[in-house]
């Protein structure tokens, strides 16, 4: 399978639940819409602890120590926090999502807009924040095979129809993100030429389930907590694991 064609099928699975769930959701009352979203809510919060839990993973441990996996996940998020809120991610991610609204949607309400713009962020950050984004785009890329990515595929088809009922076009912009982030996750797989370390690999998979926790809490409506800001903290976290298996 040539390289890229699993993020392909992505977006085109992301465009098509969100189309069906827009022709869906305008037939159904306002509070049906709601419990959709905290459906949503609550099954990102399942897939987020699974991917959390991998901070107990033992690969992780025999590498940096039984009492450091902990640390290196919140060393990362601080870390990816701080660099993340400096570059003002989380405003950047918005201002797209504003200006993807103003070309796709045009001109609206407020309240049009919020819904939009919320959709789009909402919607990039379970699509791009997973395990599954990581390594499948980077097996894709060293011509592993796309069956990861298919699979995140189908699971995103189904979500951006749910999404797409109560939030409406702004989860088929969220297309865009899944184009740029697979795709040049894709590309670094060509590069690199193998797969991240074990260890490492499980560290990410930590950090990106407790990012998943914080666009579960968004979703619940419980706190507005700044996921994109935290971003980051993926990239942050593969390095603290080599650092720390380098002093222990």
């Known amino acids: 399978m040539i390289p890229g064609t699993g993020t392909a099928v992505n977006v085109l699975t992301v465009l098509l639940g ?8 305008n037939r159904l009352p306002a509070r049906t819409r709601d419990v959709v979203t905290d459906a949503l809510g609550l099954v990102t919060l399942l897939i987020a602890a699974t991917s959390a839990m991998d901070v107990l993973d033992g690969g992780l441990a025999d590498a940096v120590g039984s009492s450091a996996p902990m640390l290196i996940v919140l060393g990362s998020l601080l870390v990816g926090g701080i660099v993340g809120s400096l570059l003002r991610l989380e405003s950047r991610v ?4 504003g200006w993807l609204q103003r070309r796709l949607a045009g001109g ?21 924040t997973g395990p599954l984004t990581i390594l499948g785009s980077l097996n894709d890329g060293l011509g592993n095979g796309a069956q990861q990515l298919v699979l995140k595929a189908v699971l995103d088809g189904f979500a951006a129809i749910a999404f797409a009922a109560s939030f409406g076009w702004g989860v088929a912009a969220s297309a865009v993100t899944v184009l740029v982030v697979q795709g040049s996750l894709t590309l670094l797989g060509l590069a690199v030429g193998d797969v991240l370390p074990e260890a490492q690999l499980a560290a990410v998979t930590a950090t990106g389930g407790l990012l998943l926790v914080g666009v579960a809490l968004r979703l619940l409506r419980v706190r507005e907590i700044p996921v994109a800001d935290l971003l980051p903290a993926l990239l942050v976290a593969p390095g603290l694991v080599q650092l720390a298996a380098a002093v222990r």
């Open 108 to 128: 609206s309400g407020s309240a049009e807009r919020h819904r939009f713009v919320e959709g789009f962020v909402v919607s990039s950050l379970v699509f791009c």
């Open 18 to 25: 969100a189309t069906l769930g827009v022709l869906l959701g």
């Open 94 to 97: 918005e201002q797209l999502g």
